[in-house]
């Protein structure tokens, strides 16, 4: 069975303290590494889709990259209004658990 | 632009009453829908999935059952409800590149 698993479960950061998250994946012959954030008691806010290895995509303080089997989703100089839980999810829409950041002033 | 609606936001029931969630999605036309549960503190769970009216796709064995009785109308049952199916139930909207658009949710509690 195809798995996506995410770490470090929760990150907490002081603001401008960048760091990266983690989301290895198992499906072979990926078509699109999907990446999410996702608010307390709100649906996830879609961010970003890579499609292949090196690629890369970024908005705001966030950079998305990927490999052959894993992502990264770099927080640079984070803000406390970049605190949430970031989702990744492959092309069989599975999901991982989830990294939940929280960034103190 | 694309919307997506989904009611009620929180629902409160018994177990073994009947369950109706409502997910709309207005702006586009023949969107692939999907089903989501989300427990505490875990990830997203896919229920059921749909590429067109009256087309239905279920990933695991339960008590729920969803219809697409319309193209952007997307509708997720249960006879009877039992205490796990609890949580926090996600609609998305699917594009032809696989990328997918969440819906509020509905927080469902089962007493």
């Known amino acids: 069975e195809d798995q996506v698993t995410q770490s470090p479960e929760a990150l907490r950061l002081q603001e401008g303290e960048s760091s990266s998250l983690n989301c290895s994946y198992t499906?072979?012959?990926?078509?699109?590494l999907f990446w999410y954030r996702q608010d307390p008691g709100k649906g996830p806010e879609f961010l970003f889709t890579?499609?292949?290895a090196g690629e890369e995509k970024e908005k705001e303080r966030l950079k998305a990259t990927l490999t052959k089997k894993e992502s990264f989703l770099h927080i640079t100089a984070p803000k406390p209004e970049d605190s949430a839980t970031y989702l990744c999810?492959?092309?069989?829409?599975?999901f991982g658990a989830g990294t939940t950041v929280t960034v103190r002033a | 632009s694309q919307t997506i609606h989904q009611w009620p936001a929180t629902l409160v029931q018994p177990v073994g009453s009947p369950l109706s969630l409502e997910c709309t999605v207005e702006?586009?036309?023949?969107?692939?829908l999907y089903w989501y549960r989300q427990a505490a503190g875990r990830g997203l769970q896919l229920l059921f999935y749909?590429?067109?009216?009256?087309?239905i796709s279920s990933e695991v064995p339960q008590n729920l059952s969803a219809s697409r009785p319309q193209d952007r109308q997307f509708i997720l049952s249960s006879k009877k409800l039992l205490l796990s199916d609890s949580g926090f139930y996600l609609c998305?909207?699917?594009?032809?590149?696989?990328?997918?658009?969440f819906g509020p949710g509905t927080r469902l509690t089962v007493t």
């Open positions: 499906v072979s012959g990926l078509r699109g």
């Open positions: 999810r492959d092309y069989k829409l599975s």
């Open positions: 749909s590429v067109g009216i009256g087309q």
């Open positions: 998305a909207w699917g594009t032809g590149k696989n990328e997918q658009y």
């Open positions: 702006g586009t036309s023949n969107p692939n």
């Open positions: 890579l499609y292949s």
